[in-house]
């Protein structure tokens, strides 16, 4: 059974950075991509960034240049590096990973960003 557990959510200024981590227990490249996702209140869940097995990276426009997406095959984790936080970043964040047959969702962390 595939599980993803996100960490690294908060609360932090404008201007600031935060480093969320996603690891799963099996192999990340038993996936054909990872990514992050984030639901504002009232608004619908969006794709912020993915990396694919190949290693190719799409991010939303949105995020462009903030944010960069990476991971540690050794410790089967997927990062996203958030830097320049604005408010309208304030979301909670869901770690996701697909593959043949499945597609995965972690429980999700809290980013809120204060202005």
């Known amino acids: 059974q595939v599980q993803l557990v996100e960490s690294g959510g908060g609360l932090v200024q404008t201007g600031g950075s935060l480093r969320l981590s996603c690891a799963t227990s099996?192999?990340?490249?038993?996936?054909?991509?990872m990514g992050w996702y984030r639901q504002a209140p009232g608004k619908q869940r969006e794709l912020v960034a993915r990396?694919?097995?190949?290693?190719?990276?799409n991010y939303a426009d949105s995020v462009k240049g903030r944010f960069a997406i990476t991971r540690d095959v050794a410790k089967s984790t997927v990062y996203l590096q958030m830097n320049s936080l604005k408010p309208e970043d304030t979301a909670v964040y869901y770690c996701n990973a697909d593959r043949v047959g499945g597609d995965y969702w972690g429980q999700g962390t809290q980013v809120t960003v204060s202005s």
């Open positions: 099996g192999s990340i490249f038993s996936f054909n991509t």
């Open positions: 990396i694919t097995r190949g290693g190719i990276t």
